[in-house]
């Protein structure tokens, strides 16, 4: 009973068009789209005619999208987050797979600034070796 006295009060979700929301997060129209697409956004309502209608949870989804692709998240392990939260409906289950991700991309960022120091390296050894010729 409470439940239901509160739904009745809390507000409705605002509602934005494409174009909104992607001004919100500046992120291109085609990009949401594609997204939806490809199932990472898979909550989208659409009106009479078509026309996308996004909401508030659209809105945080996105920009969990968008920090995950920041962390350097690949959209197939996004897509794969998306099946297994499809399934247990539970960031339970979801998050621990996230922390994985991170660590196995942290680990490869570690490993690329140790070959970019090397390569660094060798280029300044280099310099020095051609100015010395000059």
Do not use: Q, W
């Not at 920090?67 to 247990?88: N, T, V």
């Not at 991170?102 to 100015?131: G, Q």
Request: charged share 35%.
């Amino acid at each position: 009973m409470m439940a239901e006295a509160k739904r009745k009060n809390s507000p409705p979700l605002k509602t934005y068009r494409i174009g909104e929301i992607g001004k919100l997060l500046d992120m291109s129209s085609r990009t949401i789209r594609y997204y939806e697409e490809i199932g990472l956004l898979n909550t989208v309502k659409r009106m009479e005619g078509g026309r996308r209608i996004y909401t508030d949870n659209d809105l945080r989804r996105l920009r969990f999208i968008k920090k995950l692709k920041l962390l350097g998240l690949s959209l197939s392990e996004m897509a794969e987050l998306e099946r297994i939260y499809s399934i247990h409906r539970s960031n339970k289950k979801v998050l621990p797979r996230v922390v994985e991700l991170l660590h196995r991309h942290s680990t490869e960022i570690d490993n690329r600034i140790k070959e970019l120091s090397k390569l660094k390296s060798e280029i300044e050894n280099y310099i020095t070796r051609i100015e010395e010729k000059l």
